[in-house]
């Protein structure tokens, strides 16, 4: 039965699993609070700007910790989140950025791992391929010298977890969208136009699709193989 339809009409309640997984997720929802309620500025980078941002995307390696199922899934989703969260770290300090997209980009490999080539979909590439490629010839212009190749790299890494993501489907789709979302506002607000409101959108987008990534590791191990 629908943990929904256990209660009383009109009155719905949560399964006794259902609270388990909000109880263990209440770490990550408490310290994005904490990141946007402190909201250092930018231009005040130091260990404790970085151990803000860093502690949501460890909270959610934290949570899988205990999971008994899926232990190689959760295994690599755990090393992408903490290599996501060295990423942060380093794009706190803008001399780093390039250490943070190599972290970002060895999160990404760990991604395209956990999700497979199953079921293949590879009618989704040209749709991606076509976005990846417009939106870098945009980009391209205004990259300084050097950057080109390794911003290539990342992006053919990023469109193959994209391409992965959209194909498993469920809360991967959603958080590799997002993710997506937030690599394209963050490039273009360094790199080419700084945006309003920029950081708001790239880090609630960031933490969303880190989120809805982590929540496929609490779906029933049959959801995982499909």
């Known amino acids: 039965m629908d943990a929904w339809e256990e209660g009383l009409p009109g009155k719905p309640c949560f399964s006794a699993q259902q609270l388990r997984l909000c109880w263990r997720l209440s770490p990550f929802f408490l310290t994005c609070a904490v990141y946007f309620l402190l909201w250092i500025p930018q231009d005040q980078p130091s260990w404790v700007s970085a151990l803000v941002k860093c502690l ?45 997209m190599a972290a970002f980009a060895v999160a990404h490999l760990l991604y395209l791992w956990a999700f497979g080539l199953t079921p293949l979909r590879p009618g989704l590439l040209l749709p991606i391929a076509l976005v990846c490629v417009l939106y870098s010839s945009i980009l391209l212009p205004h990259l300084p010298t050097g950057m080109a190749l390794a911003l290539a790299a990342y992006s053919l890494v990023l469109a193959s977890v994209l391409w992965r993501g959209l194909a498993r489907g469920g809360s991967i789709r959603w958080g590799v969208l997002l993710f997506t979302f937030s690599d394209m506002v963050l490039a273009w607000d360094t790199f080419a136009q700084p945006l309003p409101h920029a950081r708001l959108l790239v880090m609630t987008t960031y933490y969303a699709a880190q989120f809805l990534i982590t929540l496929s590791a609490f779906q029933s191990p049959r959801l995982k193989t499909n």
């Open 56 to 100: 949501p995307v460890v909270c959610l390696a934290a949570s899988l910790q205990v999971e008994r199922w899926g232990r190689l899934y959760c295994t690599l989703l755990q090393g992408a989140l903490l290599c996501s969260a060295v990423g942060d770290a380093c794009l706190i300090w803008p001399d780093a950025f390039l250490h943070g």
